[in-house]
C-alpha cells in the first residue's frame, strides 16, 4: 500500500512540473543580456520559471528570483547569430520579459561603393550589418522620393554585396537606399547621382482613350482629379480603360501631365 502511495503521488507530481507553457523569443544577437520578471508559481510554491534554453541549450543562470537576467556573453555568439531563446514556466502564471527589443535586427549598416551601371544595375557594399533586415531603394522622380526596389538584407557582420536592377529617367538621377528597423526611423545611406543620356520620354493618350503609349518603357503614376493614386507600374503601355471618365494627373520619365479619359 505504501509503495502505490508513493507511485500515485510521483505521478501527480510529474503532472504537475509538466503542465506549464512556453515563451519563445526569437531574434538575433546584439551584445545585451535579455531581463525576465518571475512571478511566485501560482500554487504559492517556488518561482514561475522552471527552465531556459538558448539555442537548444539550458542556461545555468539563476532562475529562482522574482527577477532574473539569461546571460547571452557566456554562449560567445557574434553579433547578428540567430537565437532561439525558450522560457518555460509552470501553469497560472506568467513571466514577463522586460527587454525583448534587445534581440530584434537593428539598422546599423554601412554602405560603400555605391554605383549605378549603364544597363541600370544599382549596385553597393554594406558592412557592420547586425541583423537581416530589407533594404528598401528609392529614386527621386517628381519632386518627391519614390520606392523603386527592395532587396533583403544578408545580415552578416563582414562585407556584403548587393544588386537590384532600377530604372534611370533621362537626365540627373538620383537613387538612395534605407532600412527600418524596430524602432520604425529610417535610416538612409548618403545618395548617389546618375546622369542618364537616354532622350526624353514622351506619351500619347490613345483614341479612343483605352490605353497611354510611352515611347519607350518608363515607370509612371496615374492620380486621379482628387489626388488618390489609381494605378502605377512600369511600362511601354498602360490600359486605362477601367478608368472612369474625367481629368487624371500622369507622373513619367522626369514630368507631371494631365490627360482626359473620355
Known amino acids: 500500500m505504501r509503495k502505490l ?38 500554487s504559492g510554491v517556488g518561482f514561475c520559471v522552471f527552465e531556459v534554453r538558448v539555442n537548444g ?3 545555468t543562470d539563476e532562475i529562482n528570483s522574482s527577477a532574473f537576467e539569461i546571460d547571452l556573453s557566456v554562449f560567445q555568439f557574434s553579433k547578428g547569430d540567430k537565437l532561439i531563446i525558450i522560457i518555460k514556466h509552470k501553469d497560472g502564471c506568467i513571466p514577463k520579459v522586460i527587454n525583448p527589443e534587445v534581440l530584434k535586427p537593428q539598422s546599423t549598416y554601412v554602405s ?22 530589407p533594404y528598401i531603394v528609392e529614386q527621386f522622380r517628381w519632386n518627391k522620393w519614390v520606392v523603386v526596389g527592395q532587396i533583403d538584407g544578408k545580415g552578416n557582420s563582414g562585407s556584403n554585396n548587393y544588386s537590384i536592377k532600377v530604372h534611370p529617367h ?23 547621382r546618375y546622369r542618364s543620356m537616354d532622350m526624353p520620354i514622351t506619351f500619347t493618350p490613345a ?9 519607350r518603357e518608363t515607370m509612371y503614376e496615374i492620380y486621379d482629379y482628387y489626388g488618390n493614386l489609381v494605378d502605377k507600374g512600369i511600362a511601354a503601355k498602360v490600359d486605362i480603360s477601367a ?20
Not at 112 to 133: A, C, F, I, P, Q
Not at 181 to 189: A, H, N, Q, V
Not at 207 to 215: A, G, L, M, R
Not at 243 to 261: I, Q, R
Open 57 to 59: 541549450q539550458i542556461t
Open 243 to 262: 478608368l472612369t471618365k474625367g481629368d487624371y494627373f500622369l507622373n513619367y520619365g522626369t514630368k507631371t501631365e494631365t490627360f482626359k479619359k473620355k
Open 207 to 215: 483614341k479612343p482613350s483605352t490605353e497611354i503609349v510611352f515611347s
Open 112 to 133: 560603400t561603393n555605391m554605383k549605378v551601371s549603364r544597363d541600370g544595375l544599382l549596385t553597393w557594399v554594406s558592412t557592420n550589418e547586425s541583423g537581416s533586415l
Open 170 to 192: 533621362d537626365g540627373n538621377n538620383r537613387f538612395r537606399i534605407k532600412q527600418i528597423d524596430y524602432t520604425r526611423k529610417p535610416r538612409y545611406s548618403k545618395e548617389i
Open 5 to 42: 502511495f508513493v507511485v500515485v503521488l510521483l505521478l501527480l507530481s510529474a503532472q504537475f512540473i509538466f503542465a506549464s507553457g512556453e515563451i519563445v523569443l526569437n531574434g538575433v544577437f546584439q551584445g545585451k543580456n535579455v531581463y525576465v520578471m518571475n512571478p511566485f508559481a501560482s
